[in-house]
């Protein structure tokens, strides 16, 4: 439809007058119509400000009629109006149906209509890309929000449980998600599922990045092939923004986990033997293929984020989003207190996994009172604001001694709560269950 069509007459004015009709009519079904129709989805002022009148006296209780109306107005152009819809054939609940869907749909284009006009002046005035597109952003969300509702029933909602269910039963295992790589972790969590906020939190400097790459090179490394009932070779797609270090380093880190020279060698590689290099090339042979990308701007706002993994999502079909660190994500308006900024950005996330229908796992700090005795708890997250009511996941990494580590599982949505211990080993980036040794 042209937006010449949007907002001619012809169009929107027979729509608009079968529901202002329909409510000064005796229709039965006049509260669905001020259920799903607002004031704004009208075009011409005096049928904006009649609905309105007519929504608050029905909504009071009082009886309206066109014989009222014509009694109540003084305005020329709305008695004019008036005297139209008096006129007017009895609406239908079919009818209705198709008034409304029409009328809302107008609304929407004429919505979109202003909001690429407001991005075309702004051009103009060479304002902000990233202010034109977050503009744009917000109407979008406003039509998707006004959208036809998407509800379904209960028992479809089950019908979805069971996919999950049947998938896991085909695997012969407890989880569906994607796998982390850990046993226990897996038996606790069931593996990261679609829509889920994980948050995975530790203090500086105790491997909260290590873990995070590890997870994301099993992952990528190992999915379940139906047809074979085993874990094939190709890999989940995943991609990691990384805002604490650069690419390199993770590649160092990379290489160092699947099998290559300790870390501290390849910082000085005057150190490495004939042996060390074979190492070398072999963990760099691990890693040709596999679907796990890098990007690693210096700073990245919400909106930008969030606009690259729809992108992610569409054109290489990404099935987890890692994000390290969040409290660098910058949010797209600024707030006095930090708090707030921190949730605006975790709001952002949570919607974001539930509008790709994949995992995103949000690396975050730990504060500095959550000291090395492994029963950190979820108010340690530093600014968390609404960021432990956000995730579904809330994973706490804590140093219980120089190479023993405690993951505990502090909230899990849809699952049960646990810890791992782990043994880790620096100079390998890796991350291992630790077993106790028996007396």
């Known amino acids: 439809m042209s937006a010449l069509a949007v907002f001619s007459s012809a169009t929107w004015g027979p729509v608009e007058k079968a529901i202002l009709s329909a409510l000064a009519h005796d229709f039965g079904e006049k509260e669905r119509i001020l259920d799903e ?35 109540t107005s003084t305005n020329e152009t709305t008695r004019n109006l008036i005297i139209d819809i008096s006129g007017a054939m009895p609406t239908t609940a079919t009818q209705a149906d198709s008034h409304i869907g029409k009328l809302k749909e107008l609304s929407r284009l004429r919505s979109i209509n202003r909001a690429i006009e407001e991005a075309r002046m702004k051009l103009e005035r060479s304002e902000p890309s990233i202010e034109i597109a977050t503009s ?23 019908d979805r449980a069971l996919e999950g269910v049947r998938a896991a039963i085909n695997r012969g295992c407890l989880y569906a998600g994607i796998p982390s790589g850990i046993p226990k972790l897996d038996q606790i969590c069931g593996g990261w599922q679609a829509g889920q906020l994980i948050g995975l939190a530790a203090r500086t400097g105790e491997g909260k990045t290590a873990l995070a790459l590890q997870l994301s090179l099993f992952a990528s490394g190992n999915k379940w092939d139906a047809e074979k009932k085993d874990w094939g070779t190709k890999g989940h797609k995943i991609v990691m923004v990384e805002l604490e270090m650069s690419a390199r380093e993770l590649g160092h880190r990379a290489l160092a986990h699947l099998g290559g020279p300790s870390m501290w060698k390849m910082r000085d590689a005057s150190n490495m033997t004939d042996f060390d290099k074979i190492q070398l090339q072999s963990a760099r ?19 930008d984020l969030r606009a690259r993994a729809r992108r992610w999502r569409k054109r290489m079909g990404m099935e987890m989003l890692i994000v390290d660190l969040l409290g660098k994500v910058s949010p797209d308006t600024r707030e006095r207190e930090r708090y707030r900024e921190v949730a605006l950005v975790s709001h952002g996330l949570k919607a974001l996994a539930k509008e790709l229908g994949i995992p995103v796992m949000a690396v975050c700090q730990l504060s ?34 120089d190479n023993i580590r405690k993951l505990k599982v502090a909230k899990n949505r849809n699952g049960f709560l646990g810890h791992v211990d782990m043994m880790f080993d620096g100079d390998r980036q890796t991350f291992k269950e630790f077993v106790p040794k028996a007396l």
Request: aromatic fraction near 6%; charge should be negative; charged fraction near 30%.
């Open 136 to 158: 744009l952003e917000g109407a979008m969300r406003e039509v998707e929000t006004d959208a036809p509702s998407q509800a379904i029933t209960i028992a479809e909602c089950a």
């Open 285 to 303: 042979d691990r890693l040709e293929g596999l679907p796990f990308y890098i990007e690693d701007p210096a700073r990245i706002r919400l909106s």
């Open 368 to 401: 500095r009172d959550a000291v090395g005795d492994g029963e950190a708890g979820l108010h340690h997250l530093r600014e968390s604001g609404d960021l432990e009511q956000d995730m579904d996941v809330a994973l706490l990494l804590t140093k219980k001694d």
């Open 37 to 71: 129709v607002q004031a704004k989805d009208f075009f011409l002022p005096e049928a904006q400000s009649l609905f309105t009148y007519m929504a608050e006296e029905i909504n009071s209780g009082r009886t309206v009629d066109c014989a009222s109306l014509l009694a």
